[in-house]
């Protein structure tokens, strides 16, 4: 077998413990939210902007902390917090705050025990491996949390999908939100 095999092996056991269901349910969250923070550190983040850019392009309003031009955070936004351990200090400390203003928290992450977990309204829980490489995790063959980060994104797509259809989006619709100046 192929690394790029095994590597797509083990995306798709991790996926095959999240449930459907689940997914349609951050979707509809994120539907009916005023509007929509991200959160994440390191490639996490990354995952999450990405996730923010297309749920942009799917006529959310969006925002990414941290960014210059993120507005303060209100009732009746949703933020969605990224951390693949549940740890990362900055994510759960702006869990922390948006649940101290009266904000929903999604939290994503491998782990159901962690200090995020204290501050979200609802966890989508990827079972992946990632850094720090506990027993309820996936194994991988992969270094750091690579399978939790390419899961997000595979999970972050799911969600984009059902958000596009819950908002009535489809792919032209999309494109014209794309970026123009390139």
């Known amino acids: 077998m192929t690394k790029t095999q095994t590597i ?35 490639r996490s983040g990354l995952m ?11 006529g959310a309003t969006v925002y990414v902390v941290g960014e210059t031009i993120t507005p303060s955070i209100a009732a009746g936004d949703v933020l969605v917090a990224v951390s693949g351990s549940g740890k990362t200090q900055q994510v759960v400390s702006v869990a ?3 649940k101290e203003v009266g904000c929903s928290v999604i939290g994503i992450s491998a782990s159901t025990e962690s200090p ?5 309204d609802e966890l989508l829980h990827i079972p992946a491996a990632t850094k720090y490489r506990s027993e309820n995790e996936a194994a991988s063959i992969q270094p ?12 972050f797509d799911t969600i984009c999908l059902e958000y596009g259809n819950l908002n009535h989006m489809n792919h032209e619709q999309a494109f014209k ?4 100046l390139e």
């Open 116 to 120: 995020l977990t204290a501050h979200t």
């Open 144 to 155: 750091l949390g690579s399978l939790f980060d390419q899961c997000a994104h595979v999970v």
């Open 48 to 58: 999450g902007k990405s996730f923010a850019m297309r749920l942009m392009h799917l």
């Open 8 to 42: 797509l092996d083990e995306i798709t056991a991790v996926m095959n413990h999240i449930k459907e269901p689940q997914i349609e349910e951050v979707a509809f969250s994120l539907y009916q939210a005023k509007r929509i923070f991200v959160i994440g550190e390191g």
């Open 177 to 180: 939100q794309h970026s123009n």
């Open 96 to 98: 922390k705050k948006a």
